[in-house]
């Protein structure tokens, strides 16, 4: 990549992060309260301020969708707006000047259509004796003319860029005219009374020449919205909205924006709190800059300031994404993973993380509870960062025990991990028992925490169970010790579903309701409690089912086996015992009863396994 893509390609970063900062200004009312004072505010009344609010948040969200060119017109048409404002600061503080220096005439007032006016007395002599004042603000709004003129030129020449033509040289000149409109005046001896409004009457002259150049070319604007619009449209049709708006998060960076916002107003704050103390403590000998107690009041500002709005929020969610994501790469690492769902730690856990904070309200909350909040549903996301850990090794388990393998590192790895995720959630139980009094969010992470250890310890014991049968020839109670691990494991799980849903139910009638929670407890109830007792339900009666039509075949004798001198056509393992199918094969009960999982007739002939009779009564049985 040359340096010019490479600065091309931080330009297209940096210049969308402003927008940013000003959706979370709006949000947290200092911008309004600024431009719209509460006396403004209660005379236009909540319309007037209810749709200036959301004006300024559409004019950044779609400054943030720009394209890159489209976005350097768009700040040169701010940077435009922006010298205007520092021509009208300049011209006023000049008048303020000159009016406590006016000097009226020995006749003070002249009287025209019965007005009284009030001239200067000698404008020259005015001039000599404040050469350096007038000299600079010339000097000031010259230069401030030459760059109005030079970024309205290339705002009209890009409009018409398919129309290059010479540029009228009068606009430019009367643009100089107007930014020196107030000196001009004062030095011909403008009454008093006006030199109030020469300012105002400047910057409305030279804006109205920006504006009228811009609306004699409003066609080549709309028709640019048009084009965009329908390619939009197309892009859409061709390929899907969720394919369009992934294209559109990646053309747009916006993780990295927000985590370059995020940053960016964390480390402004922390010169806010750093300077004046440096400041304070640069001439003392016995104390350092920041004393530890003042980074710990640092560090707590920057957390109860970074989450104050959605906006910070979601910057705060974009920071945590990207330091989890590390940390699954670690474990993935460790594990020697190829899975993919493990690479989705960090995208998940941020996604929990924003779920939880918006749930909990955490953005208007006073800044003490803020902080205790964020503790709160920092514990809760490690415990879930746990069981997140727990699924991405329990596979492992069951790879490397199942699958036979040798290799001694594999199995201390996935070994390390458990004991790592037993012990850190019972030191971090013990330690948040000890430290805090029983709440209904310290019960949520005692369960969270007992659950994955339990969970853990499953998972132990069937990879125990498989070393078992790894060492033998052919265990055939192996499935059902296996069944009955994992039923008693989701019976576990299930218990502490419905727990943590009526622990949420208390949370939510009692403490902090809310739409985002009363969700949540629905797709809680739905995915961890009642998919999960449908789903044991329909393997429980499976098993039933199997086991009564097993129970109907009998077992084969030793003389059979000797006679039939053959392995099972399922496991391909010798037949020490075995089952006998109304067409006379031989298979094992436990592999016959998972065939019977799917289908009811022989593996070898494809005839029914049991007779019409025995059919009937599987079915009352199932009944």
């Given at each position: ?5 490479a ?6 970063v940096?210049?969308r ?5 000003v959706v ?12 719209i004072?509460?006396?403004?505010q209660?005379s236009?009344g909540?319309?007037?301020?209810v ?7 559409g004019?950044?969200?779609?400054l ?9 017109y ?12 520092a ?18 005439l ?5 009287s025209?259509?019965s007005?009284?006016f009030t001239f200067q007395?000698?404008?020259?002599l005015?001039f000599?004796?404040?050469?350096h ?5 010339i ?7 030459f760059?109005y003129?030079t ?5 009209i ?5 398919l ?9 430019q ?5 107007f930014?020196?409109?107030p ?15 020469l300012?105002?009457?400047s910057?409305?002259?030279a804006g109205l020449?920006?504006?009228?150049g ?5 066609h080549?604007l709309?028709?640019f ?12 049709h061709n390929?899907g ?9 990646e ?7 927000l985590?370059?916002?995020w ?10 709190f ?7 403590n640069?001439?003392?000998k ?6 530890y107690?003042d ?7 920057i957390?109860i ?9 979601l910057g705060?969610?974009?920071i945590?994404?990207l330091?989890?994501?590390y940390?699954g790469?670690?474990f993935?690492?460790i ?23 918006l749930q ?9 509870k803020?902080?205790?909040r964020?503790?709160c549903?920092?514990c809760?996301l490690?415990?879930?960062i746990l069981?997140?850990?727990?699924g991405?090794?329990?596979p492992?388990l069951?790879?490397?025990s199942?699958g ?5 590192k ?9 004991a790592?995720l037993?012990?850190f ?5 013990f330690y948040l028992?000890s ?6 969010w310290?019960?949520a ?12 310890l499953i998972?132990?014991?069937?990879y125990?169970l ?11 109670g192996l499935?059902?010790?296996i069944?009955?691990v994992?039923?008693?494991?989701s019976?576990?799980?299930?218990i502490f579903?419905?727990?943590l849903?009526g ?12 739409t985002?929670r009363?969700l949540m407890?629905c ?18 009666m ?18 059979q ?6 392995v ?7 037949l ?8 006379r094969h031989?298979f ?9 999982y799917?289908?009811d007739?022989?593996?070898?002939c494809h005839?029914?396994?049991?007779s ?9 049985t199932?009944?």
């Amino acid at each position: 990549m040359s340096w010019r893509s490479a600065l091309w390609n931080t330009l297209d970063v940096v210049l969308r992060i402003p927008p940013f900062f000003v959706v979370n200004s709006v949000l947290n009312g200092t911008l309004l309260s600024i431009m719209i004072s509460d006396e403004e505010q209660s005379s236009l009344g909540i319309t007037v301020y209810v749709l200036a609010f959301f004006s300024v948040i559409g004019l950044c969200l779609v400054l943030v969708a720009l394209s890159s060119e489209q976005l350097i017109y768009a700040y040169s048409l701010l940077l435009t707006y922006g010298i205007l404002i520092a021509s009208y600061n300049f011209n006023s503080t000049f008048i303020s000047n000159q009016l406590e220096n006016f000097r009226p005439l020995n006749s003070a007032t002249t009287s025209w259509f019965s007005l009284e006016f009030t001239f200067q007395s000698n404008a020259w002599l005015t001039f000599t004796e404040n050469q350096h004042a007038f000299l600079g603000m010339i000097a000031i709004q010259c230069t401030l003319a030459f760059c109005y003129n030079t970024l309205v030129d290339e705002l009209i020449r890009t409009l018409r860029h398919l129309h290059q033509v010479e540029l009228d040289r009068t606009q430019q000149a009367s643009s100089y005219f107007f930014f020196l409109l107030p000196v001009l005046f004062i030095l011909i001896s403008m009454p008093r009374q006006f030199l109030p409004y020469l300012p105002y009457l400047s910057t409305v002259l030279a804006g109205l020449e920006l504006h009228v150049g811009l609306l004699s070319h409003v066609h080549l604007l709309a028709d640019f919205f048009h084009i965009a619009w329908a390619k939009s449209w197309l892009l859409i049709h061709n390929i899907g909205l969720q394919r369009f708006l992934e294209l559109q998060w990646e053309r747009l960076h916006v993780p990295l924006i927000l985590r370059l916002f995020w940053i960016s107003r964390g480390a402004y704050h922390v010169a806010l709190f750093t300077v004046p103390r440096v400041a304070q403590n640069g001439d003392s000998k016995t104390r350092t800059y920041l004393s530890y107690e003042d980074l710990v009041s640092l560090s707590k500002e920057i957390l109860i300031l970074g989450c104050d709005t959605h906006v910070s929020l979601l910057g705060m969610t974009s920071i945590i994404s990207l330091l989890l994501h590390y940390v699954g790469q670690a474990f993935i690492f460790i594990l020697d993973s190829s899975r993919v769902e493990d690479r989705y730690m960090g995208t998940m856990s941020a996604l929990l993380f924003f779920i939880l904070a918006l749930q909990s309200g955490i953005s208007g909350m006073v800044p003490v509870k803020r902080l205790h909040r964020l503790y709160c549903n920092t514990c809760l996301l490690l415990m879930a960062i746990l069981h997140f850990v727990h699924g991405m090794v329990h596979p492992e388990l069951l790879t490397i025990s199942a699958g036979r393998s040798y290799s001694i590192k594999r199995h201390a790895r996935s070994l390390c991990v458990c004991a790592f995720l037993i012990s850190f959630s019972s030191i971090m139980i013990f330690y948040l028992c000890s430290n805090n009094s029983i709440s209904t969010w310290l019960f949520a992470v005692i369960a969270f925490g007992i659950e994955l250890i339990v969970k853990v310890l499953i998972s132990l014991i069937i990879y125990g169970l498989f070393l078992i049968d790894a060492k033998m020839d052919f265990w055939e109670g192996l499935d059902d010790y296996i069944y009955y691990v994992k039923s008693t494991g989701s019976t576990i799980e299930f218990i502490f579903g419905l727990l943590l849903f009526g622990n949420g139910a208390l949370i939510l009638l009692f403490e902090s309701g809310g739409t985002i929670r009363a969700l949540m407890m629905c797709i809680h109830a739905y995915f961890n409690i009642w998919t999960q007792a449908k789903e044991g339900w329909k393997v429980f009666m499976k098993r039933r089912l199997a086991a009564t039509k097993i129970n109907q075949l009998s077992l084969a004798t030793a003389d059979q086996l000797k006679s039939y001198a053959d392995v099972c056509a399922i496991c391909y393992h010798e037949l020490t015992s075995a089952r006998v199918t109304k067409c006379r094969h031989m298979f094992h009960g436990v592999c016959l009863r998972k065939w019977l999982y799917m289908q009811d007739k022989c593996p070898l002939c494809h005839q029914a396994v049991y007779s019409s009779e025995t059919n009937g009564a599987c079915s009352s049985t199932e009944n």
